[in-house]
């Protein structure tokens, strides 16, 4: 409520207020109405303001979740950056495909590129199609997880090399609706595999 001198300052002589009060039940402010004279028909102006503030209420929380949503998103995004762990969705009957911003930044991609099916497979290697195609498929036919590296040709620059893992997700008849999956960056992982690989070689030859 506002304080005395307000009151007095103002010429409030009658204060009327409600709380704003989230679907959860938690108060996230007050709506109130001040007046010089006395309100009359005072139980009408209260219902009225209890309708108004249930709907500012909700208005405030739906702001307030889509802020917190908006700083996971981020918070997510920077882990999978650390991680250069990406993350897509493709949706079966449409042939759309949700990238992740990691997925983009590993697949030398921007958003605004867009994404699909097609230009996903343009961007491995010919010799890999049918080893990440017939994971996907056999998954899907098998209703199993799958998990196999390929390329990535990066323009440009020397190709990727990613771990791709996902699963297919169905209806209640069975019916493929979507392919969940996660990309991970293993190019640096694979050079020092091969730098090992060489050196213990040489050792051997010695």
């Known amino acids: 409520f ?26 996230v402010g007050m709506l109130g109405v001040v007046h010089d004279r006395l309100i009359e028909d005072r139980e009408i102006l209260e219902r ?28 997510l995004n920077e882990a999978q950056k650390v991680a250069k762990l990406g993350h897509w969705e493709w949706d079966v009957a449409s042939g759309d495909v949700e990238w992740s911003q990691e997925t983009f930044r590993i697949f030398s991609m921007e958003p605004e590129d867009g994404t699909s099916y097609d230009r996903w497979l343009d961007r491995i290697p010919e010799m890999d199609h049918d080893v990440i195609t017939g994971a996907v498929q056999k998954a899907l036919e098998d209703r199993e997880s799958f998990d196999v590296k390929h390329g990535v040709l990066v323009p440009g620059e020397p190709n ?20 969940f999956g996660t990309v991970l960056d293993v190019t640096d992982r694979e050079i020092a595999d091969q730098a090992l690989r060489q050196s213990e070689a040489r050792l051997a030859e010695a």
């Open 2 to 27: 506002p304080d005395a001198w307000l009151r007095t300052k103002e010429g409030v002589t009658t204060y009327l207020g409600v709380p704003l009060r989230a679907p959860c039940g938690e108060v």
């Open 48 to 75: 009225v303001l209890k309708i108004l503030a249930g709907r500012a209420a909700v208005e405030i929380a739906r702001v307030r979740a889509g802020e917190l949503v908006k700083q996971s998103q981020a918070g």
């Open 160 to 179: 990727r090399v990613v771990r791709c893992q996902g699963h297919a997700m169905y209806a209640e008849d069975g019916t493929a609706l979507s392919v």
